[in-house]
């Protein structure tokens, strides 16, 4: 019988995309007009349904709701509490194409921007707010999932944004007074909370989990005092359901004491991400009448817990809370659904995986230990402690080849030429006009592709037939270009399934999943790879598909590959080393297929970086460590070719000012970067630091469907020509092109090319 005065075994949060991407393909059906709003909703109700059944017949006591979204959490706060600008809300659509308008774009009203949910591949759309924003309870969704799983059976514990994080993760509205800050709202959206947790109330719901991860990173006196502000007012209403505020991805810090101190019910501390936290958590006294669920299984990384570490860590809290629940670290929105299905794997490497379904069993099973005793559960106990202990043993996870050659290398295997003397170089190599144009890599991925693709995976196709396929798509692609008139070709990756899982699948030390899917943003799905062994490279992996795409043109095609701290970031990385010696060896590997690329004659050669800001810390006084390694690697990556070999990086969805150190010291010839949706903000950073080096800000948003026209693209050019000088500022799109389709890409390069002849035109009157 589950006592709901406690919160007692639980996850945080659950994947929502369903086990076969149910509600992605729903999703794009809907968008492409091939099924209704009613047939959009019952995909998924029935996806809500089944996992609420889910938990809790795996046992827990706890069962989280309002965690489902057809694109975004933060995006569904704005709508619930009537915060979504006046452009998306005026265009006289209905709720549901209102709210899909905001996340991806209209022809005529660009889309929220996106950036990342702080140091993960998770991707929220920034709420918009200014001085005249007035929050209301606009919606209903947590009331209605809360009936729709009580009709089910299960009496559930709705997830909602905390209020003072989402105010934090909000940018002011073009036009707000400079000093306007949107954590000023925070009276008016304390209101609309009130109202809410008034009508959860009257519903019978018995717990409201507030999530406030924003105090995982720094943050000011005068922001804790806002989160202390907030929850004496949520605290000490009268009409609310208990409160479980939730912080994790790393130590709450101040803000741990601001919370117990409170007048909340239960606080939930991640201690997988700061063990640390068992010690400040039994140091404050005030938690002595609060429930603290320990977050002990890990919510972002798919290794089976060590559960004695695990059951020593919650024991520890006990005494010194009123009492003590088990829980994952974070949501578990950021793994995939279940390890079961994965027949592809090596059998004793699938031994050391815990996805969801998994690690929801590792807390049912630490959860009873704790209550009952280790005796009660002894078997459980005894099967994963093996488990643990084999993958600790695995002898054969080490490349000593590899470890050595790490060992040889010299700091001078890290430096390339003075920027100068490669700028004039490259000039004379290249011959590109002022304000060359390019694209980010990808091309739109047709049926036939992905089909092909998938033939040979399955060897109902030859090798040879799958080449000529690939082949016949890049002759295409590079035809397109030429015609287009952009000055710098990619070959539009149509063998890549991912930008990372396709180096994954290349490289010793990796194993790739066959449904670990797990969203990125919106209806966007990855299979990060499982990182489990000394890394190395057995063969070229890229060489003959550039090679060939070069063979057909006279204008320089772009060899393209993913960096090292990306390739962790998108990865489920081993936890037996220091991620730094890692990212080592991915780079040496790297490394060599840069040198391959070279040889065969590819002048240009373009390393992503997307993932240097994600991996960043969030506390600063981790920020050198880190800078330390994450540069290193890239420089390992791309050193050691001729001056007149031009590097690229790519870096999208971040926050760049916090990493402008960075960007600088990785020393990329050319840095392209996401600037459509934020305006180009982040080359006023980058003026500012004297960034010396070329520039690709992105001129229009990929991730919308909308086509920019050509004024838009001149005018961005123009400002952005305000902090970069012409014969360093290069004219691309914000991200690749994979996710779009040919009737909205052919226009949008177009209007691209087009623009850019007109500033060309300029620059030269």
């Given at each position: 019988m589950t006592d709901h005065n406690r919160v007692g075994t639980t996850v945080l949060g659950y994947p929502r995309i369903g086990p076969d991407r149910e509600l992605k393909k729903a999703v794009e059906r809907y968008w492409a007009g091939r099924i209704d709003e009613a047939e959009l909703n019952e995909v998924a109700r029935g996806l809500r349904v089944d996992t609420w059944r889910r938990l809790a017949g795996a046992g827990l006591n706890s069962v989280p709701s309002n965690t489902f979204s057809f694109y975004d959490q933060v995006l569904d706060a704005s709508v619930l509490f009537g915060a979504l600008p006046s452009r998306f809300t005026g265009l006289g659509l209905s709720p549901v194409d209102t709210y899909f308008a905001a996340a991806r774009g209209v022809q005529e009203a660009p889309a929220l921007e996106m950036t990342k949910w702080f140091d993960t591949n998770y991707h929220y759309l920034v709420p918009e707010l200014g001085p005249d924003t007035a929050f209301t309870l606009a919606g209903s969704k947590p009331l209605d999932e809360f009936r729709e799983a009580r009709a089910a059976g299960v009496v559930t514990r709705p997830v909602l944004v905390g209020p003072v994080t989402y105010l934090l993760l909000a940018k002011a509205a073009s036009g707000a007074p400079e000093d306007f800050r949107p954590l000023d709202l925070l009276e008016s959206l304390l209101g609309a909370y009130t109202e809410l947790l008034a009508q959860l109330h009257a519903e019978g719901v018995p717990w409201v989990q507030l999530d406030e991860p924003a105090f995982a990173a720094d943050r000011t006196q005068d922001e804790l005092d806002a989160l202390a502000t907030a929850y004496r007012v949520l605290g000490g209403l009268t009409d609310r359901?208990?409160?479980?505020?939730?912080?994790?991805?790393?130590?709450?810090?101040?803000?741990?004491?601001?919370?117990?101190?409170?007048?909340?019910?239960?606080?939930?501390?991640d201690l997988v991400t700061d063990p640390a936290a068992v010690r400040a958590v039994a140091a404050e006294g005030a938690l002595r009448d609060k429930e603290v669920v320990a977050g002990v299984v890990d919510g972002r990384n798919i290794w089976r817990v060590d559960v004695d570490a695990a059951l020593a860590k919650a024991a520890t809290l006990l005494g010194t809370a009123g009492s003590v629940s088990v829980s994952t670290s974070c949501s578990l929105l950021h793994v995939p659904y279940t390890v079961d299905v994965e027949t592809g794997i090596d059998p004793r490497v699938r031994g050391w995986l815990a996805f969801a379904e998994q690690k929801v069993d590792e807390v049912?099973?630490?959860?009873?230990?704790?209550?009952?005793?280790?005796?009660?559960?002894?078997?459980?106990?005894?099967?994963?402690?093996?488990?643990?202990?084999?993958?600790?043993?695995?002898?054969?996870?080490?490349?000593?080849?590899?470890?050595?050659?790490?060992?040889?290398?010299?700091?001078?295997?890290?430096?390339?030429?003075?920027?100068?003397?490669?700028?004039?170089?490259?000039r004379q190599t290249l011959g590109l006009p002022p304000l060359p144009t390019t694209t980010i890599g990808s091309f739109p991925q047709t049926a036939e592709v992905r089909k092909a693709r998938a033939a040979f995976r399955a060897g109902t196709i030859d090798g040879d037939t799958y080449q000529t396929a690939m082949r016949a798509e890049i002759e295409k692609v590079i035809r397109l270009q030429e015609e287009l008139g952009l000055d710098v070709l990619v070959h539009g990756e149509p063998e890549r399934n991912d930008m990372v899982q396709y180096f994954a699948e290349q490289l010793n030390g990796f194993a790739a999943t066959e449904h670990g899917w797990v969203q990125s943003y919106g209806s966007r799905c990855v299979r990060p790879p499982i990182l489990y062994g000394d890394v190395s490279r057995p063969e070229p992996m890229t060489v003959r598909w550039a090679s060939y795409a070069q063979s057909l043109t006279s204008k320089p095609v772009k060899g393209m590959l993913t960096a090292p701290v990306t390739i962790l970031a998108w990865s489920f990385v081993r936890d037996d080393q220091p991620l730094g010696d890692t990212a080592r060896q991915v780079a040496l590997a790297i490394r060599d297929e840069v040198h391959d690329l070279e040889s065969a004659g590819i002048r240009i050669i373009q390393v992503d970086e997307p993932a240097l800001r994600e991996l960043l810390p969030l506390r600063a006084a981790e920020h050198a460590a880190y800078f330390d390694w994450a540069v290193a690697s890239f420089r390992l990556a791309t050193s050691g070719i001729a001056d007149s070999t031009q590097i690229h990086t790519h870096m999208c969805y971040s926050e760049f000012g916090d990493i402008l150190p960075a960007i600088d010291a990785i020393d990329a010839d050319v840095t392209s970067i996401e600037a459509a949706r934020s305006r180009m903000e982040v080359l006023e950073d980058l003026a500012a630091g004297g960034f010396g080096r070329g520039v690709g800000p992105g001129v229009y948003d990929i991730h919308s469907p909308r086509v920019p026209d050509t004024d838009e693209v001149s005018a961005l050019l123009r400002k952005a020509l305000d902090a970069v000088p012409a014969d360093r500022l290069w004219v691309n799109p914000d991200c690749g092109l994979k996710t779009r389709g040919y009737a909205e890409v052919e226009p949008s390069l177009s209007n691209l090319v087009t623009a850019t002849g007109q500033v060309r035109a300029e620059l030269t009157d």
């Amino acid at each position: 019988m589950t006592d709901h005065n406690r919160v007692g075994t639980t996850v945080l949060g659950y994947p929502r995309i369903g086990p076969d991407r149910e509600l992605k393909k729903a999703v794009e059906r809907y968008w492409a007009g091939r099924i209704d709003e009613a047939e959009l909703n019952e995909v998924a109700r029935g996806l809500r349904v089944d996992t609420w059944r889910r938990l809790a017949g795996a046992g827990l006591n706890s069962v989280p709701s309002n965690t489902f979204s057809f694109y975004d959490q933060v995006l569904d706060a704005s709508v619930l509490f009537g915060a979504l600008p006046s452009r998306f809300t005026g265009l006289g659509l209905s709720p549901v194409d209102t709210y899909f308008a905001a996340a991806r774009g209209v022809q005529e009203a660009p889309a929220l921007e996106m950036t990342k949910w702080f140091d993960t591949n998770y991707h929220y759309l920034v709420p918009e707010l200014g001085p005249d924003t007035a929050f209301t309870l606009a919606g209903s969704k947590p009331l209605d999932e809360f009936r729709e799983a009580r009709a089910a059976g299960v009496v559930t514990r709705p997830v909602l944004v905390g209020p003072v994080t989402y105010l934090l993760l909000a940018k002011a509205a073009s036009g707000a007074p400079e000093d306007f800050r949107p954590l000023d709202l925070l009276e008016s959206l304390l209101g609309a909370y009130t109202e809410l947790l008034a009508q959860l109330h009257a519903e019978g719901v018995p717990w409201v989990q507030l999530d406030e991860p924003a105090f995982a990173a720094d943050r000011t006196q005068d922001e804790l005092d806002a989160l202390a502000t907030a929850y004496r007012v949520l605290g000490g209403l009268t009409d609310r359901p208990r409160l479980l505020v939730a912080g994790y991805f790393g130590a709450l810090g101040d803000g741990l004491g601001v919370l117990a101190r409170s007048p909340i019910d239960a606080l939930a501390v991640d201690l997988v991400t700061d063990p640390a936290a068992v010690r400040a958590v039994a140091a404050e006294g005030a938690l002595r009448d609060k429930e603290v669920v320990a977050g002990v299984v890990d919510g972002r990384n798919i290794w089976r817990v060590d559960v004695d570490a695990a059951l020593a860590k919650a024991a520890t809290l006990l005494g010194t809370a009123g009492s003590v629940s088990v829980s994952t670290s974070c949501s578990l929105l950021h793994v995939p659904y279940t390890v079961d299905v994965e027949t592809g794997i090596d059998p004793r490497v699938r031994g050391w995986l815990a996805f969801a379904e998994q690690k929801v069993d590792e807390v049912v099973l630490l959860g009873a230990a704790l209550a009952e005793g280790t005796e009660a559960v002894a078997d459980r106990l005894a099967a994963a402690r093996a488990a643990t202990a084999d993958r600790a043993g695995a002898a054969d996870l080490r490349d000593d080849r590899v470890r050595a050659r790490l060992d040889s290398l010299r700091p001078e295997h890290s430096v390339r030429g003075d920027y100068a003397r490669r700028a004039q170089a490259q000039r004379q190599t290249l011959g590109l006009p002022p304000l060359p144009t390019t694209t980010i890599g990808s091309f739109p991925q047709t049926a036939e592709v992905r089909k092909a693709r998938a033939a040979f995976r399955a060897g109902t196709i030859d090798g040879d037939t799958y080449q000529t396929a690939m082949r016949a798509e890049i002759e295409k692609v590079i035809r397109l270009q030429e015609e287009l008139g952009l000055d710098v070709l990619v070959h539009g990756e149509p063998e890549r399934n991912d930008m990372v899982q396709y180096f994954a699948e290349q490289l010793n030390g990796f194993a790739a999943t066959e449904h670990g899917w797990v969203q990125s943003y919106g209806s966007r799905c990855v299979r990060p790879p499982i990182l489990y062994g000394d890394v190395s490279r057995p063969e070229p992996m890229t060489v003959r598909w550039a090679s060939y795409a070069q063979s057909l043109t006279s204008k320089p095609v772009k060899g393209m590959l993913t960096a090292p701290v990306t390739i962790l970031a998108w990865s489920f990385v081993r936890d037996d080393q220091p991620l730094g010696d890692t990212a080592r060896q991915v780079a040496l590997a790297i490394r060599d297929e840069v040198h391959d690329l070279e040889s065969a004659g590819i002048r240009i050669i373009q390393v992503d970086e997307p993932a240097l800001r994600e991996l960043l810390p969030l506390r600063a006084a981790e920020h050198a460590a880190y800078f330390d390694w994450a540069v290193a690697s890239f420089r390992l990556a791309t050193s050691g070719i001729a001056d007149s070999t031009q590097i690229h990086t790519h870096m999208c969805y971040s926050e760049f000012g916090d990493i402008l150190p960075a960007i600088d010291a990785i020393d990329a010839d050319v840095t392209s970067i996401e600037a459509a949706r934020s305006r180009m903000e982040v080359l006023e950073d980058l003026a500012a630091g004297g960034f010396g080096r070329g520039v690709g800000p992105g001129v229009y948003d990929i991730h919308s469907p909308r086509v920019p026209d050509t004024d838009e693209v001149s005018a961005l050019l123009r400002k952005a020509l305000d902090a970069v000088p012409a014969d360093r500022l290069w004219v691309n799109p914000d991200c690749g092109l994979k996710t779009r389709g040919y009737a909205e890409v052919e226009p949008s390069l177009s209007n691209l090319v087009t623009a850019t002849g007109q500033v060309r035109a300029e620059l030269t009157d």
